[in-house]
């Protein structure tokens, strides 16, 4: 599944598929991307970083892609569980502060 | 190791009423940072300490928000009066000096005014 960031908030995939979030920022300046999971209840949890030097970053079943040419993010999720069920933000480093976007809510079904 | 600690976790109040929020950080962290998270959107940051002092309160609405952080530890963030649209989670959040990419947050403070 995909999802295109503010265009599409909700994404909605079958356990085991791979899950695409979709983030784009606005700042071409921006040197410095997280990948934030909030799940119902609780804080946004760091999930994987990426700078702006690289392309491509992979953690543990996660994947984080930058494109700077059309200042776009994206993070994938491999063989997506139900435990991955949470609102996924995309925060870029704008200056003084991170500035976050509005989020994708990712639902898996069992 | 402790994480961010916020009290209450839950607040209802009326329209033009006062609240106050606690938030206690990750020891030995120095800067915390208050976020307001509209339902629905990504957290936005109010005001940044390092220690005691304010490094960025552009986006705080001083004429009824205010926060402080008197001896670099705790924190309060204050809302008076309080209006509609200050319904929000109240997100505190904490990181070592100089470290805003690697923030960790509370659980939030849920603020519903009627």
């Known amino acids: 599944g995909e999802s295109v960031g503010l265009h599409l908030p909700t994404l909605s995939v079958q356990e085991g598929d791979n899950s695409i979030i979709n983030c784009a920022y606005s700042?071409?300046?921006?040197?410095?991307f997280i990948w934030y999971k909030q799940e119902s209840g609780k804080g946004p949890q760091f999930i994987i970083d990426?700078?702006?030097?690289?392309d491509k970053r992979q953690g543990q079943r996660v994947t984080v892609l930058l494109n700077k040419t059309v200042k776009h993010l994206s993070l994938q999720i491999a063989a997506t569980q139900p435990g991955d069920s949470a609102v996924y933000f995309c925060a870029e480093n704008a200056g003084n502060d991170m500035r976050f976007g509005a989020g994708t809510r990712l639902t898996v079904k069992p | 190791e402790a994480g961010v600690a916020q009290s209450p976790r839950y607040k209802i109040i009326e329209k033009r009423q006062s609240v106050a929020f606690w938030c206690n950080p990750i020891?030995?962290?120095?800067?915390l940072y208050w976020y307001q998270q509209i339902l629905g959107q990504g957290p936005k940051l109010l005001i940044q300490f390092q220690n005691n002092g304010v490094v960025d309160d552009s986006q705080l609405p001083k004429d009824r928000f205010s926060a402080e952080r008197l001896k670099g530890v705790d924190s309060t963030l204050k809302i008076q009066p309080a209006k509609l649209e200050d319904s929000a989670v109240y997100l505190c959040?904490?990181?070592?000096?100089?470290?805003?990419?690697?923030?960790?947050f509370g659980p939030g403070t849920r603020l519903l005014v009627l």
């Open positions: 959040a904490s990181s070592l000096l100089g470290r805003k990419e690697t923030q960790y």
């Open positions: 990426i700078r702006s030097n690289m």
């Open positions: 700042n071409s300046a921006s040197d410095y």
């Open positions: 020891s030995g962290h120095a800067t």
